[in-house]
């Protein structure tokens, strides 16, 4: 895990050993036509030393300049000629004489007069979601995709909103949250599974990403066996070498999925309730998704976590029938 300016450091390296690749291997075709062709190597030669007689010509005789550089110029054009008769009579051509960038808006360098290039920022991004956890799941669960007419649109006694007119509420409010992270807002998806909770996670964590953020994704499961990682260091090449606290704790948007369904003990259930208090404390958003009800909540962690939920989070509920059976169908 690493945050984003962690990654901004990164991708920017990767940029300038790219740029040091390309110019290793331009040096290396040049390297091998000028063995075939040594010629080509003294037209180099000459062509550089016109670029300085030009600059040469205007700062010592400026009555002259004009003269001088025409006659430049026509030198230039020449050697040019020579050059490309003599690449062609190889097989080669100019462009081989310049380096190759993978990208030619900003050659490789990331940036477009002082702009950061859309590769860059597109390449951060994949980095952003590389570290998520979500990459593959938002392709195909995304606000874009959600289906309301999975819900069922009848009104049971006591229900003052239908499934499927709770569920454009609830879609509402969380594409609002998606608007609020920097203000750290934080939500809490309440309501039996199969109702589209980890869905809606997964929407909220593309959009968020999409703006460049930082998100971290875990079912509580995960989360857990993370923590047990580090503390008891099991043998297993999951096992973070650095505390994830920092990490969990610094990105921008934290969601843990699936809250009490994961075998929790002493230790991870207070090292969640430290990442959920210290995240409220210092105004981070989280997502947290359960089936659980307060009193097990409370049984399962403590009456302080669930106050500080309480207090801090949008609760969103849940409720309607299972739709992956209905999805089920319909494959
Ligand atoms: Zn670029």
Known sequence: MTTRTQIYREVL???????????????????????????????????????????????????????????????GKVLHAERNTLLQSVGASEQMLKPYYRCNQCKDTGYVDQEMCACMKKRI????????????????????????????DQRREGQELSPRENMQQNYK??????????????????????????FLCNAIAKEVLEQGKVVLYFTSGQLCRLFEAYRFGAKDEDVPKEDPMEDLLDADLL????????????????????????????????????????????????DRFLSRVRGTYEVMAFYGEDIRIRKKYEK
């Open 13 to 75: 390296r990767e940029y300038e050993q790219l740029r040091a690749q390309e110019e290793a291997d331009l040096r290396e075709r040049k390297e091998t036509l000028y063995q075939m062709v040594p010629r080509l190597r003294q037209i180099e030669q000459e062509l550089s030393l016109t670029g300085v007689e030009s600059a040469k010509a205007v700062l010592l005789d400026p009555a002259q300049a004009q003269e001088h550089l025409l006659a430049l110029q026509e030198k």
């Open 173 to 198: 409010k969380a594409l609002d949250f998606t608007r609020q992270i920097e203000e750290g807002a934080s939500l809490l998806l309440w309501g039996p599974t199969g109702l589209g909770k980890t």
């Open 125 to 152: 991004m994949e980095r952003l979601y590389d570290q998520s956890n979500v990459k593959e799941l938002v392709k195909t669960e995304n606000f874009n995709t959600f289906r309301f007419d999975y819900y069922s």
């Open 255 to 302: 969601i843990i999925d699936d809250l009490g369904t994961e075998f929790s003990t002493v230790l991870t259930a207070s090292e969640l309730f430290r990442v959920i208090n210290e995240r409220a404390l210092r105004k981070k958003s989280v997502v947290l998704s359960t089936n659980l009800g307060a009193d097990k909540l409370v049984n399962q962690y403590s």
